[in-house]
Structures are given as structure tokens and as C-alpha cells.
């Protein structure tokens, strides 16, 4: 599970925000792949670099950093790593900022 730290540095790039936010929904932000199905294998790194419009070495940091936080698992296959989106760990960070925000609504704000 990602920590909220890593969550939000891994995040804290506007690339590697849209790559993930690509990967939440592939079907719609990818074209199909010769190998591995988008949604169950991941999007190849080749069409996420394209569509980055960045050199492989640098989509690969990017991906490198979502990886270690936990927010993408990868799948080999054959030469190539497929990239997916970890919901589990995702939601999971998502829901332990919010608790670590304590998110209020504008009518408990004290001082007003």
C-alpha cells in the first residue's frame, strides 16, 4: 500500500498524474496492443512513452517512481513491461489522506 507520502510525491509530477490517470481507464486513452490486453495486462510502456510524448528513459523514471509507491503493478511479457493501475492501494491512499486531512465541511471551520 502506498504511504501518503509516496502517494503524493509520486503524484506531485503533472506527467506522471496523467499517466495514471490513463491507466484508471485504458480502453479509452490507449489503442489495443498486439500483446496483453490493456485492462488485464497494462498498457505497454512503448504507448505510454508515445502518448507522453517523452524519451523511453524518461517514461520509464516516471513509471519507476509509480511503481515503488505502489500505484502501478507490472506484467513482462515477452520483452515488454505492462503497466496497471493498483485501485487497492490507490483508494486505500486516497481514503487514508482524507482521514489525515480531516476534511470538513465550510460550516465546522472554526474562527468563521
Request: charged share 20%; proline share 5%; hydrophobic share 45%.
Amino acid at each position: 500500500m502506498a504511504l501518503p507520502l509516496e502517494f503524493l510525491r509520486a503524484l506531485s509530477n503533472e506527467k506522471r498524474l496523467l499517466v495514471l490517470g490513463w491507466l484508471l481507464n485504458p480502453t479509452v486513452n490507449f489503442p489495443s496492443q498486439v500483446d496483453g490486453d490493456l485492462v488485464v495486462d497494462g498498457v505497454c510502456l512503448g504507448a505510454i512513452v508515445r502518448k507522453l510524448a517523452v524519451s523511453q528513459p524518461t517514461g520509464s523514471a516516471h513509471m519507476k517512481v509509480l511503481t515503488e509507491a505502489g500505484l502501478v503493478e507490472t506484467t513482462q511479457i515477452k520483452n515488454w513491461v505492462f503497466f496497471r493501475p493498483n485501485r487497492e492501494a490507490i483508494y486505500a491512499a486516497l481514503e487514508d489522506l482524507r482521514g489525515r486531512l480531516s476534511v470538513s465541511g465550510p460550516d465546522d471551520r472554526q474562527g468563521s
